[in-house]
Every structure is written in C-alpha cells, then in structure tokens.
C-alpha cells in the first residue's frame, strides 16, 4: 500500500513469541499458536 513491496524484507510480528529448541523438536510453532489465540479473540468481541 506504500509502494514497497515485501519480498526480502525482514518484518516483525505484532506479537512477539520466542520459539524454545524444545517445541521446534515437537513440532510446535508457539507464535502461530498465539496468533490464532489472538484472532480467535477477536472473534469472541
């Protein structure tokens, strides 16, 4: 919307998670999980 495009371009989450070694070993993604915990809340408005 700004004329740049995103392709190579670092972002950063509006949520910040830290993904532990331990759950990536699972196969656990705990910044996803909390992006939908978000937008589930959302829902709930």
């Known amino acids: ?3 740049r495009y995103l392709e190579n371009q670092q972002l ?5 998670v830290y993904n ?3 759950s990536l070993l699972k196969g656990e993604d705990k910044q996803l ?4 915990e978000y937008l589930l809340g959302q829902l709930a408005r």
């Open 1 to 3: 919307m700004q004329g």
């Open 12 to 16: 950063e989450p509006d949520i910040e």
């Open 20 to 22: 532990d070694p331990a």
């Open 33 to 36: 999980e909390k992006a939908v």
